[in-house]
């Protein structure tokens, strides 16, 4: 080192001990005025006793002295550690533990979080139903940010097919109930959250018990007649519901029952059914196994609930009304402190996110509640009965039938029984030539989506979707016309579900007749594949892609 | 991003596009004379495009039946169950507080919301 270098670190160096002797000149001033406080207390305690006190029972006095400042968080001066610990008060005097403002700093020195907000976030038990491609990003924000309790919520298990977007979950937890996995990584995220297992679907019977303990709603299922459950329960039990949903490209967002009042009380947010009085047709709810569900898509839709709640929980959720409707306490004198505190209510909103148009986020204007909402307004038909009960049939109420039991039994063909079919016919060619063949050929309609199709068929396989046979009876029965009389036809989809709508509509327009062949209308004739080319795969051609 | 074609009416509009409209989601105008329909969800997949343009005034009443023309079958298998907005508003046609009454005017947007589901 050059000698003016040498000079410029010793001044560096005589500067910092300088910085450090003045902190502990600071110190050491304070605890002389500790120290000269406590003197005069014990002095103006002697002076008040008459005569004064033998001196064993002054030190008597000091000692409680000493004891009172100790309790309130004043340890003095005589444990004797050097630094700055000796003024740390007790556990009591900071209101949150040491980890805690560590782990979320961050959000702690935010204007909109600070010490009451992450107090808030503190005391809140948070539901989260569903645990998939909704449910995973938003438990894990919640988990991270803080909440006291997260409930979880699903009767399902860990497959492969949810990896690309569940985030919560891993490859060596398939097979693994959803709730078990998620558990795991939230408390390896943050143990300080309290984790509630439901390893189970959400029921009638069972919502009104299980959400009644939590602060805050988090709709991430996956079908309406759980959509419609969860806002009923929401209304009756008076819980904020954060809603959320995804499917392709698309997905949407409402903050619903906010504020959370009584059925009737106009001043309440609205509820899902204000929104969405009348459920989609049952066969056009598609699900992310059908439909397809782009990761980033549901998952930006999840983080989005995670935020909302948040938002909802630091404003702070003033319900001073318990269950039974009766003013509960504990919550009284919060509600007009935490409205002083929270920012100006803004009228709910229903967000939609597009991934492919411009601009993706488009948030639309919701009305206060429907005046005659069956849920939620003044003439409401849903009571807590009516779920206990089990006179609310969900299912029904959104249109669903059984799907897997349409067709009967002998039209339907094993997979097994078909290749033994498609085997057998392949022997006549081979032995008996085409004039025998020919005839016995089926024709093979595989009923999926094109890119399904797409992806992979049976050779002989033409395609009809099923979007275009909902639409439109053209496609089908152009392929139909093209068909020799009494030539089979075998029907196949995924998962054999749609193949038996399908043949039931093929049945339907042979024996409408006209232009499709003759008046042939042998139901015999038309088959579809059980269980579809899963079976295929799983029983014939392991080789074939199931997906 | 890119930006999603809309219908053949829109040859007629200029090509540089002027700013949004107040009240509207999309970045395009519908050419004069014509309110903007938005259709997402499976609304979208029924027609087969996001967005469309009609003719105005049109009565909101009348909208549902406009387009049932277009698209037989639209009513019971997407509308019935569709949450409708114009400008950004939730509208209800059948609530009685006038809505009903609603006339549709030129550079209106109309959303055209299925409950999405799924998750």
Not at chain 1, 25 to 41: I, S, Y
Not at chain 1, 187 to 192: A, D, G, I, K, T
Not at chain 1, 325 to 342: F, L, M, P, W, Y
Not at chain 2, 50 to 79: N, Q, R
Request: with cysteine.
């Amino acid at each position: 080192m050059s000698p003016t270098e040498d000079v410029d670190a010793y001044v560096l160096k005589l500067r910092r001990q300088v910085r450090a002797a003045e902190v502990q000149l600071r110190d050491l001033r304070r605890q002389l005025v500790q120290a000269e406080k406590q003197a005069d207390e014990a002095r103006n305690l002697n002076k008040n006793h008459d005569r004064g006190l033998p001196f064993a029972q002054q030190s008597k006095r000091l000692a409680v002295l000493r004891n009172i400042g100790q309790e309130q968080g004043y340890e003095g001066h005589t444990n004797g550690t050097e630094d700055r610990s000796q003024y740390a008060r007790s556990k009591r005097r900071w209101p949150l533990r040491k980890e805690e403002y560590k782990r979320y700093g961050r959000q702690l020195i935010m204007p909109e979080i600070g010490l009451e907000g992450q107090l808030r976030l503190r005391s809140c038990s948070v539901l989260v139903v569903g645990v998939g491609g909704l449910g995973c990003p938003a438990a894990l924000y919640l988990a991270g940010a803080g909440v006291s309790t997260i409930g979880l919520v699903d009767g399902d298990t860990v497959e492969e097919s949810n990896l690309h977007r569940q985030i919560l979950h891993s490859t060596e937890k398939i097979g693994m109930s959803k709730v078990d996995s998620a558990v795991e990584q939230l408390r390896s995220l943050n143990p300080l959250v309290n984790y509630v297992s439901y390893r189970e679907h959400l029921t009638p019977q069972i919502a009104l018990q299980m959400f009644d303990r939590y602060d805050l709603v988090l709709d991430c299922t996956d079908h309406p007649t759980s959509r419609y459950l969860i806002s009923d329960t929401c209304v009756l039990l008076q819980k904020p519901l954060v809603s959320a949903s995804a499917l392709r490209t698309e997905g949407q967002l409402m903050v619903l029952n906010n504020p959370s009042r009584a059925a009737g009380d106009v001043t309440g947010g609205p509820c899902y059914r204000c929104v969405f009085p009348r459920p989609p047709p049952a066969e056009s709810v598609t699900s992310c196994g059908e439909g397809g569900i782009l990761g980033p898509v549901v998952g930006i839709m999840g983080v989005l609930q995670a935020l909302e709640a948040i938002k909802i929980i630091v404003a702070g959720i003033s319900n001073p009304f318990d269950a039974d409707g009766n003013i509960d306490i504990s919550t009284v004198g919060r509600e007009e402190a935490s409205n002083a505190s929270a920012p100006r209510q803004e009228s709910p909103s229903l967000l939609l996110f597009s991934a492919y148009t411009s601009p993706p986020f488009r948030s639309v204007r919701l009305r206060s509640r429907r005046k005659d909402c069956v849920a939620c307004s003044a003439s409401a038909t849903i009571t807590r009965a009516s779920l206990t009960s089990g006179s609310l049939d969900y299912a029904q109420f959104c249109g669903f039938v059984n799907p897997v039991s349409v067709l009967e039994k002998d039209s339907r063909i094993s997979a097994n029984d078909y290749d033994a079919q498609q085997f057998m016919l392949e022997w006549f060619r081979q032995t008996r030539g085409s004039e025998v063949y020919g005839p016995m050929t089926d024709t093979i309609i595989d009923v999926r989506e094109k890119v399904q199709f797409d992806l992979c068929h049976f050779d002989r396989a033409i395609n009809v979707p099923r979007s275009e046979i909902l639409a439109d009876d053209e496609p089908l029965r152009r392929a139909l016309e093209e068909l020799p009389a009494r030539r089979q036809i075998t029907v196949v989809c995924r998962l054999g579900n749609d193949s038996q709508l399908a043949v039931r509509k093929i049945r339907e327009l042979r024996r409408r007749g006209g232009a499709i062949g003759s008046a042939e209308t042998d139901d015999s004739l038309v088959m579809d594949i059980e269980g579809g080319l899963r079976a295929w795969t799983r029983n014939v051609d392991p080789e074939f892609p199931e997906y | 991003m890119q930006h999603l074609a809309q219908t053949t009416s829109e040859k007629e509009l200029t090509s540089s596009s002027p700013a949004p409209m107040p009240g509207t989601m999309s970045s395009a105008r519908a050419p004069p004379g014509h309110f903007t329909v938005l259709y997402f969800a499976s609304a979208s997949s029924y027609v087969k495009k996001t967005s469309e343009t009609f003719e105005a005034p049109l009565p909101a009443a009348k909208l549902f039946d406009v387009l049932e023309k277009k698209y037989p079958g639209m009513k019971e298998k997407v509308l019935s169950s569709c949450a409708l907005t114009v400008n950004l508003d939730y509208i209800d046609l059948e609530e009685d507080s006038g809505e009903g009454q609603l006339v549709l005017q030129p550079g209106d947007e109309v959303g055209v919301i299925p409950p999405v589901s799924s998750g």
